[in-house]
């Protein structure tokens, strides 16, 4: 996953291999925990990803193992890619305590030390001023790491947002703002909630550098990260990116989609990211039809893996309770 | 012993804290240039320098929240609040990240964070500078609330709070800052228990914070009378020192207790419930509270004093208790 940090895009056999495979692996993971919320083994809230791989693929290519990730409560996409294993994100929705919270978390909050992935915050917003703090953290200690902080474009209309983007600036502190613009905030959309719906004013507001990139082409959200990445990493202070994309399924397990039309949805689904990257990558030679139903059977296999180590799992003794609520030994 | 006050020995923490860790910096609205709101961090600019003492914009959920990320990357953050009623301009943070964090990643991810913020009335800042809302952060698990009464406590409790691996909130009495008196040279106190600060049999006066200097005066004019009252500083609000509160009271079997918050679901009401549940049969009398009235901080002297816990007050609380 941890490409170099070069601005250009190598779409040699094996890198088209890696962004189908992860892009794949998140829907094909998704699309079981939403079979599986309906038999009730995942509970609570459940939102998919499903539409917007192309974003935490594209993106994560720039970053490196040192690198920190801080992302929002529809993260598994995120986790998975950033390389949590899918076994402890899948026993983290079961809730057991072999998941990458210990049960603790659940789908909202997934979180990995090895991986620096720092959470699923679950507060819109809310993440963006713990993303500040761990850049800052990175840059008074002298490491030269990145903090990719993924929000929504509803998390523009909160306080947390400016204040967030302000003080990263004002720092020059090393963040990558990725706002994936999904239209819908919930289920209100960017027109009803903004007066500017040019999001990157927002960031040119705060003498920010800032891009928009089509999220739903991988390729390009790869080389617009690339640059962003390349820019924070040469000194110039933080970016910002909005990732133009869309939510195929709902919200939530609970939401109708009164607010948008089928139609909509459907010509959304005909630019699915990851049918137009593989026909192009098929198109283009990079790809073959049987390297694509290799990694289809290869990720079937890890899913069924995933599945298997969840149910597996064991649930944490209620005599634990109260862990984690502060350390067990203070000093 | 050093003669100082309650600011500077404040100042001296953070200086020494800074000293002792290059990972230590203080961040906050008006920490550097201006010099703190409260004098507090004056000079600290010129001795550390910018990276250290980091003014920060009007954004107190941005830079606390900044603080906690901070925090999770290795360095060990003092944020400043001016007031605990700006506080809540952070409280997404404080209550959602830096108290769940821990929690939340199953113990992955830890918060050693310090976050200070002024409490408390007496001032004639009305009603929106004035409240001491640290009874409601007491309500949270996974945060540590400290409530320095003493010069002492100013000097000492920094220490062990950046110790901490998880965030404590320091809340400072803003009456207490020009307190002036004597410390020792070398200051060692816990951030766990409560302190007796003033022996006695009859009555158990359990207070914190800006109402410990009207208790020890409340106790004072009480043994004029012939009432010999203890005066126990709970020093930590969070978690409370049961076993303290339990010991006074058992010996004294009776209790009045002084909470500058609001009375209705007050921290005072919580001490009372634990004394009920873990020291009933030790008591003669009703527990009585002073506390603040039920009301936003007026502006008005006469009636800021009238709203807030006072010594005569506190007197007749325990006359009462006591049937003088």
Known sequence: MNGPATSKVKLDHAHCLELLRQMLRIRRFEEKCAELYTKERIRGFLHLYIGQEAVAVGIMQALRPDDAVVATYREHGHALVRGVPANAIMAEMYGKQEGCSGGRGGSMHLFDAATRFVGGYAIVGGGLPVAVGLALADAMQGRACVTACFFGEGAVAEGEFHEAMNLAALWKLPVLFVCENNLYAMGTALDLSESQTDLRTKAAAYNMGAEAVDGMNVVDVEAAARRAVGAIRDGKGPQFLECQTYRFRAHSMFDPQLYRTKQEVEQWVGRGPITRFRNWALSAGELREADVAALEEEIVAEISAAVEFAEAGTWEPVENLLHHVGAEKRI | ?324
Request: include cysteine.
């Open chain 2, 1 to 324: 012993m050093i003669q100082t006050t309650y600011r500077e020995a404040m100042r001296e923490a953070i200086r020494t804290a800074m000293q002792d860790d290059p990972g230590t910096f203080l961040m906050g609205e008006d920490v550097g240039h201006y010099g703190g709101c409260y004098a507090v961090s004056k000079g600290l600019l010129k001795e550390f320098g910018p990276q250290r003492i980091r003014d920060t914009p009007l954004s107190e959920s941005g830079f606390t929240g900044a603080g906690i990320g901070a925090a999770i990357g290795g360095m060990r953050p003092i944020v400043e609040i001016m007031t605990c009623n700006f506080s809540l301009l952070a409280l997404d943070q404080i209550m959602n990240n830096a108290a769940t964090i821990r929690h939340m990643s199953g113990g992955q991810f830890t918060v050693p964070l310090v976050i200070r913020m002024a409490t408390g009335g007496g001032r004639q800042l009305g009603a929106q500078h004035s409240h001491s809302l640290e009874g409601w952060y007491a309500h949270i698990p996974g945060l540590r609330i400290l409530a320095p009464a003493t010069i002492e406590d100013a000097r000492g409790m920094l220490a062990p709070a950046l110790a901490d691996p998880d965030p404590v909130l320091i809340f400072e009495n803003a009456l207490l800052y020009n307190d002036a008196g004597e410390i020792p040279d070398e200051v060692s106190v816990d951030i766990d228990h409560a302190a007796i600060r003033r022996e006695g049999s009859d009555i158990s006066l359990i207070t914190y914070g800006g109402s410990l200097g009207k208790s020890l005066a409340a106790a004072e004019t009480l043994e004029g009378e012939g009432i010999s009252a203890e005066v126990l500083d709970l020093r930590v609000l969070r978690p409370l020192d049961d076993a303290a509160i339990l010991v006074s009271v058992a010996k004294t079997r009776r209790a009045v207790i002084v909470d500058e918050g609001w009375r209705s679901g007050s921290l005072s009401a919580e001490i009372a419930m634990r004394i009920m549940e873990g020291g009933f049969w030790t008591l003669d009398a009703p527990i009585a509270r002073v506390c603040s009235a039920e009301v936003p901080m007026p502006y008005a002297r006469h009636l800021e004093e009238a709203a807030m816990p006072g010594t005569a007050q506190i007197v007749a609380a325990a006359r009462q208790i006591l049937g003088r």
